[in-house]
């Protein structure tokens, strides 16, 4: 089979933000305006942020600037796998915090109730499917990890469901797995861009003004008053909300925990009934393998399959460019795999092929802070899987403005920030390093050498 071919007609553009329901965009601010709460950026984390200050005090006049347009950026690239967990999965959460790890669980499992819970309020059609994830191992050496974490999860009180080979194949079938854990509950499939879009208008609802193509170019603080200067007009706030990412921060301590890395994605054409019927996926799990560099794949609402994951690229200076979202090369390799796991789908083709940033920091989780004075809150760091979780660093950054002692608040996981990446050139040479380390990992039976097993000593453990 020539790979290539299915990649012939693929639109680079994210397959999310072609969707007809896409919104117009709100004018960009022009003037002075003044507010109570100014968020910056207009993804999940200021989206969540807006919406529950105005549910916590509906007098407040909140104001949301997005540089581009709503969920334009990670909220409308990832793969719609909005997680309960909090940490980046459990097995990092166990690693760094053992003595809160039940809590963040709960907490966790709370906060994808309670999105669950929001759009049914609000009437958001995010396609949301509370289908769980099924963790797949595609070698022997990675049926031990998954034991582990299952043994730790139901000592949790979670239940976690091992599979054989043979188990997992009749869930979904592909002749490149050995076994799998399924989370039944933990997960839920749902289109990211309407989850962003909905969001914006729950926000408008409650009176929340937001402009699209508004960047803030710099923020001052004077009298007790944030400035946040954009091109046609300026905010004076307050408080202000950072949900920026990775992007050229505000507040510039932030430079130092956080790398982009670009992740990349296909999407096939819909799958007929006997498409569909040779591969099973009854229940519609979201589904991601156990190697150090993993694929993430799940099925969207009309049955194409998102397939992503794999190579995770950082490029040198902390780059950021739009050309830097196409890759054919990563594209090719991504269609390969694909084929490889699904032989029994040969022909189909990738209507869509893009990338995007993820803001990644040294923990692989959030972490939050404030600054002046306690007036500016942050979130940032979520690598990859903030679907869920920022609408937990939202309630975060709101009780860190307000001055609330709340359980979240008294967590290490809050309260402490993750290691910092070195400067340049020593960042750029350590990520290459890393990354060919954990291929080296994954040919080697997961064996990790000197250089992984020093990351994971000092806290830094990586994978893709």
């Known amino acids: 089979m020539d790979v290539l071919k299915s990649l012939a007609e693929a639109e680079p553009v994210p397959y999310w933000l072609t969707d007809p329901a896409r919104p117009e965009p709100e004018p960009a601010l022009v003037g002075p305006v003044t ?48 997680s309960a967990s909090l940490t980046h999965g459990l097995g990092n959460g166990l690693e760094r915090w053992p003595g809160e790890i039940a809590a963040l669980e709960r907490l966790g499992r709370d906060n994808l109730d309670g999105i669950e819970r929001t759009l049914a309020r609000y009437g958001i059609d995010a396609e949301f499917e509370r289908t769980g994830e099924l963790d797949v191992a595609t070698a022997p050496w990675q049926l031990d990890d998954l034991a582990e974490l299952a043994e730790a999860a139901r000592g949790l009180g979670q239940d976690m469901t091992l599979l054989d080979a043979e188990q997992v194949r009749a869930e979904v079938d592909s002749p ?39 960047p803030v170019r710099s923020l001052t603080d004077r009298s007790g008053r944030f400035g946040l200067v954009t091109p046609y007009g300026r905010v004076s706030a307050a408080k202000v909300a950072l949900g920026t990412g990775v992007f050229p921060p505000l507040l510039k301590r932030l430079r130092h925990y956080l790398v982009p890395v670009y992740d990349y994605a296909l999407m096939t054409e819909p799958l007929s009934a006997e498409q569909l019927a040779s591969i099973g996926w009854r229940h519609r799990q979201g ?46 390799t991504l269609a390969r795999h694909f084929f490889q796991t699904f032989p029994q789908l040969e022909g189909l083709r990738f209507t869509h092929a893009w990338g995007g940033v993820i803001d990644t920091c040294s923990r692989f989780c959030a972490f939050f802070g404030t600054a002046h004075r306690g007036r500016l809150a942050y979130a940032a760091g979520y690598t990859g899987l903030g679907v869920g979780a920022t609408r937990f660093g939202a309630a975060v950054m709101l009780d860190l403005l307000s001055g609330e002692d709340t359980e979240r608040t008294r967590l290490q996981m809050v309260r402490n920030k993750p290691i910092p990446f070195p400067p340049e050139p020593l960042r750029y040479a350590g990520i290459q390093l890393t990354r060919r380390s954990i291929a080296r990992a994954d040919r080697d039976r997961g064996r990790r050498d000197l250089w992984l097993r020093t990351l994971d000593r000092l806290g830094l453990g990586f994978d893709s």
């Open 176 to 214: 490149t797995y050995v076994g799998g854990l399924w989370d039944k509950d933990g997960t839920a499939m749902l289109h990211p861009a309407k989850l962003a879009w909905g969001l914006a208008e729950a926000c408008r609802s409650l009176g929340v003004r937001i402009h699209e193509r508004t």
């Open 35 to 82: 507010c109570d709460l100014a968020v910056v950026g207009g993804g999940y984390s200021g989206l969540w942020t807006a919406l529950m200050a105005k549910e916590r005090d509906p007098s407040l006049d909140v104001v949301v600037l997005e540089a581009d347009r709503i969920g334009g950026a990670a909220s409308g690239r990832n793969g719609g796998f909005c």
């Open 287 to 332: 589904l991601a393998d156990s190697a150090n560099q993993f694929h993430y794949y799940r099925l969207t609402a009309d049955n194409r399959i998102l397939w992503g994951g794999y190579d995770a690229v950082y490029h040198y200076g902390n780059g950021i460019r739009a050309e830097l979202e196409r890759r054919p090369a990563t594209f090719a």
